[in-house]
């Protein structure tokens, strides 16, 4: 703005794609945006068959009548494709006969030979094609051009430039089987990539999109206070007293407009097929992530009342695109609404198909602001800062309407492993190899002392005595829900992700740690001892046992102290990095923006502390 010439105060940006350059959070800076246009993309991942089974049924439905009338009333069809430079001029002068045939040559808008159009298209088509990146597809009955398509093709991307059909064919569908073929030829010879359509997209074309998103206007400000300003003046006063946040005016046209449907379920159990597939592919990468976790937490800890599970199921075409497990709890007159997250939460996140954009769930976050309208806050905790999770989540709440802010959760130490138990325990302190031998002699000396770990359904009951004994006789407080770490280790045995280690002096048991082994990574989720025995020092005895057997067996890459930032377990392993939630305020409650309010305030304390501390290392090795 200080580049542009006089006192510019508002810089109009019209058209953003977020997909390169998303222009609607500017670092510092105010900005106000506007949806312009719902566009939409198709990925050419996988296989066409694939692609296609995946389609609404309606969609192939229909193209299945259009195929067997176009074959019954007027042959096989035939397509064309033309890449050449020199064959590009003839394929945009038919190009341009055939969209002039229509209504924009009625209107005086189509590409001709004779006008600036023309020449332009045909200059830019011949200028692609000079590097293979040019593609004209036609679709032809006999000696006939019924339809065509002008595409771009760079690095696996395709782009819909222009397409035409012959209207007095438009019983048979001509646009549509085009489409049909151009993405056959798509899925070969840009497999891996996308088709990008930038079109108005309507709900018919939108049923063949597998992606989809807004192009959107946008207004930078040089001061904080002009949006509102500038709102103000535009409206008159009697506007004024009727007024509401645009932004949400705009949040449920753009929802409205993507076609998606937000379904509601109680339990895991309920939910469609392919939504619980969603939830085994997020299990995959962690373990607090797929339907059994949060079926245990709406068995054991949100199990109805104040206090119950919610999960909120994304369709798009009828295909499930994305989870949202929630919690709603209510104390008096008033509620929260968040993840379904609580203290046993390590780790927290939307469960999402691939390729989706803050766009996509939009549906989803303004589905869950509207039906607990009211509600001061949203919270999300703990989740990952780094992830597409976290910044999607975040964009799609503040699309709601919603001010989402960030804050920290705790900070998480972990071990990459990259050597052998051996190599591993050479590398820790003297102090520590010490410990755990002369201790490992003191318990062996011990009557009946031994360390032990359980990992099948056979032993698993035998197991949770143990664990509840030495819980009980450790500094711990009781568990407030007392079925939650039973179900989860009976779960764990169950899925063969169980590490139960115990210790044990004759039929005492002295110690115990459960850690869950899933997807490359150990997770050691719960520790305690008998304080009687603290001497032995059994908890660092086990400690090495679960590693030894997490490293050389079960080939880990990864062992996960979870959360806190005890000194312990800096002893034991190499990397910190940190977890963070979001809350998201509604400001169009009052508690909402006496919450907002706090938090600027907090922000402000905690930049200037910041300035006079050394910051933490975040996922650094230790010295």
Known sequence: MDALPGPACELDLLCNDPRFGDLRELPGQPVRSLPHTLT?????????????????????????????????????????????????AAALARYGALESSGWKGREGTAVGEDNLQGRFYTEVMQ?????????????????????????????????????????????????????????????????????????DASPDQLAWSTSQRWINHVSVYRYQGLPLLYGLLRRSRQAWKHYRPKLQLDADVMAQRSGSTVERFAHPREMPDDALALLRRAEDTYVELGADWFGLLADTVFTGGATRAEFLVLKRQGRSIAV?????????????????????????????????????????????????????????????????????????????????????????????????????????SGQLRSTIKRMSKRLA???????????????????????????????????????????????????????????WI??????????????????????????????????TLLTALLLEQAIDHDKVTEVDYLIGDDAYKKTWMSHR????????????????????????????????RALRAPAQPVDNPTS
């Open 445 to 503: 000396a011990e009557p009946g002392g031994r360390l032990e770990i359980i990992r099948d359904e056979t032993d698993v009951e035998r197991g949770i005595a143990a664990y509840e004994a030495v819980y009980g006789a450790s500094w711990k407080v009781p568990e407030p829900f007392v079925d939650f770490v039973p179900g989860l280790i009976r779960l764990c045995a169950r899925r063969g992700w169980l590490r139960l280690g115990l210790a």
């Open 577 to 608: 990095r940190e977890r963070h939630g979001l809350i998201a305020y509604d400001p169009a409650t009052l508690r909402g923006l006496k919450g907002l309010a706090r938090q600027a305030l907090g922000n402000t304390w905690r930049r200037l």
């Open 324 to 428: 949202l497990p929630v919690s709603l709890q209510s104390d008096g007159g008033s509620s929260e609404v968040g993840a379904l997250s609580n203290f046993y939460t390590t780790l927290y996140a939307p469960i999402l198909e691939n390729d989706l954009t803050s766009d996509d769930l939009l549906p989803l976050t303004t589905a869950l602001r509207r039906s607990h309208r009211g509600t001061a806050a949203f919270r999300f905790s703990p989740m990952d800062p780094q992830t597409r999770e976290f910044r999607l989540l975040r964009q799609a709440l503040r699309l709601a309407g919603l001010r989402p802010q960030q804050y920290f959760a705790f900070g998480n130490w972990h071990l990459r492993v990259e050597d052998d138990w051996a190599t591993y325990l050479k590398n820790r």
């Open 127 to 199: 200028e692609y094609a000079t590097r293979n990146e040019a593609l004209v597809y036609e679709l032809w009955l006999g000696d006939q051009l019924i339809a065509a398509r002008l595409v771009l093709l760079r690095h696996r991307t395709a782009i819909i430039l222009k397409t035409a059909y012959n209207e007095a064919f438009e019983r048979l569908a001509p646009g549509r089987v085009l489409l049909l073929r151009v993405l056959e030829d798509l899925f070969d010879r840009a497999s891996g990539g996308e088709v990008e359509f930038y079109t």
């Open 40 to 88: 939409m993309s198709i990925s050419l991942r996988g296989s066409f068959d694939d692609y296609w089974a995946q389609r609404p049924r309606n969609l192939i439905k229909n193209m299945r009548r259009y195929l067997r009338r176009l074959e019954s009333e007027a042959g096989s069809e035939r397509l064309h494709v033309v890449s050449a430079p020199d064959q590009m």
């Open 506 to 539: 004759g039929d005492q048991p002295i110690a115990a740690q459960l850690w869950i082994v899933n997807a490359g990574r150990a997770h050691i989720y719960k520790v305690a001892y008998d304080e009687a025995y603290k001497a032995i020092a059994p908890g």
